[in-house]
């Protein structure tokens, strides 16, 4: 990765993004958790390939007619031992 795709993502996940730690079962470690909400799937999609990872899923759209969809790219890295 490039120093200005690195500051780019950086700046995307600053202002469209959210960095939490998450678990799916109650027994696992809390791991670290990126997500970036959109309407614009192109840019999830340029982000997936410059990081090299993540999924892509479409939000559901209650009201059609009045929004645009939305997707959301997650980053999730699973922990390693020490």
């Not at 990765?1 to 500051?7: R, T």
């Not at 999609?45 to 990081?51: A, E, G, N, R, S």
Request: aromatic residues 8%; glycine residues 4%; contains cysteine.
């Amino acid at each position: 990765m490039e120093k200005w795709e690195a500051a780019y993502l950086a700046g995307i996940i600053d202002s469209e993004g959210s960095i939490t730690l998450t678990r799916l079962h109650n027994n696992e470690n809390r791991k670290p958790c990126i997500s970036v909400s959109s309407t614009d799937k192109e840019l999830l999609v340029y982000l997936q390939k410059v990081i090299d990872g993540g999924a892509i899923n479409n939000k559901k759209n209650y009201k059609p007619d009045k929004h645009k969809n939305s997707y959301t790219l997650y980053f999730k890295k699973r922990q390693t031992s020490i």
